[in-house]
């Protein structure tokens, strides 16, 4: 290994003083190929993951080593100034605590990780994107966003030439890359579901995000129910945060009006509301299927083994971030993703919440 220039290394102790009070140099990648004694191109290849194949393991276990040792990262921020974009990409999503949207990321990752960083801009629970907020994030310059539920609204204020894709925003202009679930079908399923069991008074647990890819699922829900003859009255239908606890006690709220009406059947926005209703149920002596069958939407990982175990709708959430990735890299390439808009099909999981002999 190079010897180690003193002029720099002492100024890599964190803290430590030499005499004077000069503030450390940054470490450059010409320190780090000085001190592993290897080119700055080869520490580039390193740093930034593109190493293989192209950096044998000797230089790049020397590279890695200095790189520990002297405290070098990449200057992101300077490489975006100087190229005019960064290799950011940013997904705007509400509250990441939902396990849905954990998968959404594995999914853009499978695609992006070799290539760019996933800033992930998080917005409080239940709200939709800022258009203002999200523009405080393109003074990173990133290469592109991925943005959950936008409305059209918000796309015509963000007004940018930065290359975007929507994820799961039904009903905006069909010139704008996006990937859509039908969710529209999965109400329906749900429906035809209950009307299967004998059920005739539903009632409907909506989200209050007030996005549009919740209106479409309570609007196809109510549809279907006139349809299949199942009476939903306006009284019936609630909603809530997307959240257990909130959903939990807009149930229980809402119960005693549902019982008396001679509601058999419930359809949940979310599993997270379905949760809450079982939450809920426990409380209040509720046998579930037997008094009230309750279906939501997502199939998050603990649907399948809840006690009941949660009939739902699936929607394939990591296939929603790979192929909004696979967009993305196409207009980051140049490229018009074809086709521009896609949808992604759902179905129906059915469970013990609506059937007493499907287990859970």
Same mark, same amino acid.
Not at 199 to 208: F, I, K, N, Q, W
Not at 270 to 292: E, K, M, W
Not at 304 to 331: C, F, Y
């Given at each position: 290994?190079?010897?180690?220039?003193?002029?720099?290394?002492?100024?890599?102790?964190?803290?430590?003083?030499?005499?004077?009070?000069?503030?450390?140099?940054?470490?450059?990648?010409?320190?780090?190929?000085?001190?592993?004694?290897?080119?700055?191109?080869?520490?580039?290849?390193?740093?930034?993951?593109?190493?293989?194949?192209?950096?044998?393991?000797?230089?790049?276990?020397?590279?890695?080593?200095?790189?520990?040792?002297?405290?070098?990262?990449?200057?992101?921020?300077?490489?975006?100034?100087?190229?005019?974009?960064?290799?950011?990409?940013?997904?705007?999503?509400?509250?990441?605590?939902?396990?849905?949207?954990?998968?959404?990321?594995?999914?853009?990752? %499978?695609?992006?990780?070799?290539?760019?960083?996933?800033?992930?801009?998080?917005?409080?629970?239940?709200? %939709?994107?800022?258009?203002?907020?999200?523009?405080? /994030?393109?003074?990173?310059?990133?290469?592109?966003?991925?943005?959950?539920?936008?409305?059209?609204?918000?796309?015509?204020? /963000?007004?940018?030439?930065?290359?975007?894709?929507?994820?799961?925003?039904?009903?905006?202009?069909?010139?704008?890359?996006?990937?859509?679930?039908?969710?529209?079908?999965?109400?329906?399923?749900?429906?035809?579901?209950?009307?299967?069991?004998?059920?005739?008074?539903?009632?409907?647990?909506?989200?209050?995000?007030?996005?549009?890819?919740?209106?479409?699922?309570?609007?196809?829900?109510?549809?279907?129910?006139?349809?299949?003859?199942?009476?939903?009255?306006?009284?019936?239908?609630?909603? %809530?945060?997307?959240?257990?606890?909130?959903? %939990?006690?807009?149930?229980? *709220?809402?119960?005693?009006?549902?019982?008396?009406?001679?509601?058999?059947?419930?359809?949940?926005?979310?599993?997270?509301?379905?949760?809450?209703?079982?939450?809920?149920?426990?409380?209040?002596?509720?046998? /579930?299927? *037997?008094?009230?069958?309750?279906?939501?939407?997502?199939?998050?990982?603990?649907?399948?083994?809840?006690?009941?175990?949660?009939?739902?709708?699936?929607?394939?959430?990591?296939?929603?971030?790979?192929?909004?990735?696979?967009?993305?890299?196409?207009?980051?390439?140049?490229?018009?993703?074809?086709?521009? *808009?896609?949808?992604?099909?759902?179905?129906?999981?059915?469970?013990?919440?609506?059937?007493?002999?499907?287990?859970?």
């Amino acid at each position: 290994m190079a010897h180690r220039d003193s002029d720099y290394d002492g100024a890599m102790k964190n803290g430590e003083k030499s005499g004077n009070s000069r503030a450390p140099r940054r470490v450059t990648a010409a320190m780090v190929a000085e001190h592993a004694g290897v080119s700055t191109a080869t520490v580039s290849l390193v740093a930034n993951g593109k190493s293989a194949g192209r950096v044998s393991a000797a230089n790049e276990q020397r590279v890695r080593e200095s790189i520990r040792e002297l405290g070098y990262f990449v200057d992101s921020i300077g490489s975006s100034l100087a190229k005019g974009v960064s290799s950011l990409v940013v997904l705007v999503a509400p509250d990441i605590s939902n396990p849905f949207f954990a998968k959404v990321i594995a999914g853009v990752r %499978s695609i992006l990780a070799s290539d760019y960083q996933l800033l992930l801009s998080v917005t409080d629970a239940g709200v %939709s994107p800022s258009a203002s907020e999200t523009r405080k /994030i393109m003074g990173l310059r990133p290469a592109g966003l991925l943005v959950h539920a936008p409305s059209q609204d918000f796309l015509e204020e /963000i007004s940018s030439t930065l290359p975007l894709v929507a994820l799961d925003a039904p009903g905006i202009d069909p010139a704008i890359p996006a990937v859509n679930m039908d969710v529209a079908q999965g109400a329906r399923d749900v429906v035809a579901h209950f009307a299967a069991q004998g059920h005739t008074r539903a009632a409907y647990l909506d989200a209050s995000t007030g996005t549009e890819t919740l209106a479409v699922r309570r609007e196809a829900f109510l549809a279907a129910a006139k349809e299949y003859g199942i009476e939903v009255l306006p009284a019936s239908v609630a909603s %809530s945060m997307i959240d257990v606890a909130a959903a %939990s006690a807009a149930f229980s *709220q809402h119960w005693p009006t549902w019982r008396e009406a001679g509601v058999t059947a419930l359809g949940c926005a979310t599993d997270n509301h379905a949760f809450g209703v079982l939450h809920a149920s426990r409380q209040l002596g509720l046998s /579930i299927p *037997q008094q009230l069958a309750v279906a939501g939407f997502d199939d998050l990982p603990y649907s399948a083994t809840s006690n009941p175990s949660i009939t739902t709708v699936e929607l394939n959430a990591q296939e929603v971030g790979r192929q909004a990735a696979l967009k993305l890299r196409a207009l980051l390439d140049g490229k018009s993703p074809d086709p521009l *808009q896609t949808m992604l099909p759902s179905s129906l999981v059915v469970r013990g919440s609506t059937l007493e002999n499907a287990g859970g």
